[in-house]
């Protein structure tokens, strides 16, 4: 009687160690990110919006991360609230379409906690016009358009405040920016304020028009037909953001490693298309 407990008791042992090692095996297949050959297989969701951002990536970065093995897939957005929400809920890993103030203004709205890990080399917001060939050209009255959000409305009105059309307010909070905070408009301009990405449209209509960079380069205005750029400022450096509870994480250190790498950097300066763009301080001289 006493063997032939045993045996069953044996026959329970191994039964449950073929169920555990079977259930070890079957993680490995669907759960744990392994393929057949042991390697992790890793999976990147980055969106961009419209401008040069998807094309950097994709031909100085995404050949970088594919060597290390990633596989990555690509959404774009219109708009600057859902790729940051997206990126909050976890339906995408990291965005690139933005600078570091306007995401503290998203972060701020939504209730979210994103953050940037990587400068991008960046066009700068400039001046331009269809109906001027020169800034001496300003009169009174004339139209003007102008980024409808105040971080980037604060950009366009140092534009116009450094070829001396306006003077502004000292002091002035990036995320709290309106047309109040103009002093002096001795051209008595008049001021039309638009979402950013209508600014290339505008063109057609008004006297003069302040276009993000990457707007501009999207519609096909060359950076160099600008009649004035921004002196950009680190804080209007584009960025890569991801959810700040990945900061650490591999993926984010091999997308930096991406943009820091020699590959991207000789893809940047040797590609006559980036002319006039704000390059990271990781660029070598």
């Given amino acids: 009687m006493l063997k ?12 449950t160690t073929l169920v555990i090692a079977g259930c070890g095996n079957n993680s490995d297949a669907s759960g744990s990110g392994s393929n057949s050959s042991g390697q992790e297989k890793k999976t990147l969701r980055i969106s961009f919006n419209p401008g040069p951002y998807s094309d950097q990536f994709k031909n100085g970065v995404a050949p970088y991360l594919e060597s290390k093995g990633y596989t990555i897939t690509y959404k774009e957005f219109t708009d600057g ?14 965005n690139v379409f933005q600078h570091s103030l306007y995401l503290e203004s998203i972060n701020e709205r939504e209730k979210i906690d994103l ?6 080399p960046t066009p700068p917001m400039g001046l331009y016009s ?16 102008l980024p ?7 950009r366009a009105l140092n534009v116009l405040k450094d070829v001396g059309w306006i003077t502004l307010k000292d002091d002035i909070d990036p995320l709290q920016t309106s047309l109040a905070d103009i002093t002096s408009n001795p051209h ?5 304020a638009t979402e950013p990405a209508q600014g290339p449209r505008a063109l ?3 006297d003069y028009a302040a276009i993000q960079g990457n707007f501009a380069v999207s519609n096909n205005i060359k950076l160099t037909t600008a009649l004035q750029l921004e002196n950009m400022t680190d804080p209007f450096t584009n960025i890569v953001a991801v959810d700040s509870k990945n900061k650490d994480a591999q993926f984010v250190k091999d997308i930096i490693e991406g943009y820091h790498s020699a590959e991207f950097q000789e893809y940047i300066t040797s590609n006559p298309d980036y002319e006039g763009y704000k390059l990271p301080d990781y660029f070598t001289k």
């Fill in 81 to 94: 609230i859902q790729p940051n929400v997206a990126v909050a809920n976890d339906e995408i890993d990291a």
């Fill in 148 to 154: 409808n959000e105040p971080v980037n409305m604060l």
């Fill in 4 to 15: 032939k407990k045993w045996f069953h008791s044996a026959l329970l042992v191994i039964a």
């Fill in 130 to 145: 269809k109906k001027h060939t020169s800034l001496d050209e300003v009169s009174d009255g004339d139209q003007i358009n």
């Fill in 188 to 192: 008595n301009l008049k001021f039309i």
């Fill in 204 to 206: 057609e209509d008004v």
């Fill in 115 to 120: 953050v940037g890990v990587v400068k991008v």
